[in-house]
T-cell receptor
Framework: SQTIHQWPATLVQPVGSPLSLECTVEGTSNPNLYWYRQAAGRGLQLLFYSVGIGQISSEVPQNLSASRPQDRQFILSSKKLLLSDSGFYLC?????????????FGDGTRLSIL | GQNIDQPTEMTATEGAIVQINCTYQTSGFNGLFWYQQHAGEAPTFLSYNVLDGLEEKGRFSSFLSRSKGYSYLLLKELQMKDSASYLCAVIDSNYQLIWGAGTKLIIKP
């Protein structure tokens, strides 16, 4: 069966520091991968998605970036965090291809910027 | 623009039935998902509708009317563990997933 791992679970970072969140998927090949942010009490905001290695689409201009160095690895980064980057970050995967498939989420990373 | 509307919060009694509505205006339609999200946790997939009608899965059912841009999630025999947020999400013509803000469901004994 497929599993998704996301770490760390919680992170406290000072303003201006860098960020690296990692997500890996097991048990499937060539998945679609997604990074979301959820502010407290709000809906999900899609940040990035990827349909293959090195293929990243950005949905929202910001100081974050994403990379997919391997088929089942998705990394969210920032060179300099802002206070507004605080939130609940979720990685998700779905079966690759154009056929509609549900997205399945990792446990999330709660990021607090001080 | 694209828009999904859900009530912000609903309250129901343990053992009862509750219906959570979702209306959408999107550029095209390729399906609708319902997810459950407990506080502090990640969303989990509940149901998928692409054709009109009712899909039943145990205590949970989901209904879709494409002509009305409307869906609902029906929860029967409510249990305390059903207290969570319920997210409606629509796939548009570009196969992008548009998320609603979610409905917080509070179950009272």
């Amino acid at each position: 069966s497929q599993t998704i791992h996301q770490w760390p679970a919680t992170l406290v970072q000072p303003v201006g520091s860098p960020l690296s969140l990692e997500c890996t998927v097991e048990g499937t090949s060539n998945p679609n991968l997604y990074w979301y942010r959820q502010a407290a009490g709000r809906g999900l905001q899609l940040l990035f998605y990827s349909v293959g290695i090195g293929q990243i689409s950005s949905e929202v201009p910001q100081n974050l970036s994403a990379s997919r160095p391997q088929d089942r690895q998705f990394i969210l980064s920032s060179k300099k965090l802002l206070l507004s980057d605080s939130g609940f970050y979720l990685c998700a995967w779905s079966v690759g291809g154009r056929e509609v498939q549900p997205q399945h989420f990792g446990d999330g990373t709660r990021l607090s910027i001080l | 623009g694209q828009n999904i509307d859900q009530p912000t919060e609903m309250t129901a009694t343990e053992g009862a039935i509750v219906q959570i509505n979702c209306t959408y205006q999107t550029s095209g339609f390729n399906g609708l998902f319902w997810y459950q999200q407990h506080a502090g946790e990640a969303p989990t997939f509940l149901s998928y509708n692409v054709l009109d009608g009712l899909e039943e899965k145990g205590r949970f059912s989901s209904f879709l009317s494409r002509s009305k841009g409307y869906s609902y999630l029906l929860l029967k025999e409510l249990q305390m563990k059903d207290s969570a947020s319920y997210l409606c999400a629509v796939i548009d013509s570009n196969y992008q997933l548009i998320w609603g803000a979610g409905t917080k469901l509070i179950i009272k004994p």
